[in-house]
């Protein structure tokens, strides 16, 4: 994984996958969301929204998929994921039992992300 | 499952587990949480986190999780369940890979329904 973007509140990391993946943290190591200041939830939903939209504009992904769990890491982080049909896993979470072998060929990742930031930036 | 709330917007239903398991739909069936107007999306995350409050008084559990992904069925719902060392599936999501026989013994789910009905309801 590698850190893309990140402020005062939160950082957006990559996970290594065959699909797009990426995960939001709260700087401070917050257990439960419901722990954590109004603002920074905000605009964790806020971020969340952005990567969703551009997700479905750059990859036209089968379904978006969210999650929070931290049961590993009890630190507040958030997953989003585009999913695929073709996805190994799919219509299984990205935690569930694996269907086939994955035939995905999907754009670069790098500039969706390159494009993302841009975006989170306002530009 | 069955219906405990709704109102214009919005409707939570039980999910039949051996944990404490909610999920929120929207009532109009839209694909993806970018495609709710901003007003339920709020409404939403604000349930989120009166029920997470609500099973982390009540239940005192390991951690809660919470998840979006509708793959099977494309029509916005977030699942939230209170989860425990002793599940069936902890530390995996419950969408995991089961570790063992549950040996859980909670309060009433009823119980607990009632109560976050009338903390939703403001009493």
Known sequence: MSLIYENENIKIETEASE???????TQV?????????KEI??????LLD???R????????TKINIAS??????????????RFEEDAYYPEPM????????????????NF????IGNINGK
């Open 19 to 25: 699909i797009p993946w990426l995960k939001i943290f």
């Open 29 to 37: 190591a917050y257990k439960e969301m419901s722990e954590v200041p």
């Open 41 to 46: 939830k905000l605009e964790i939903y806020h």
């Open 50 to 52: 952005i990567i969703e």
């Open 54 to 61: 551009e997700m479905l504009l750059y990859y036209k992904p």
């Open 69 to 82: 769990f931290g049961n590993y890491l009890p630190h507040v982080h958030w997953h989003i994921m585009a």
């Open 95 to 110: 935690w569930g039992e694996k269907k086939r072998k994955s035939t995905l060929s999907l754009p670069s990742f790098k």
């Open 113 to 116: 992300c390159t494009n993302l």
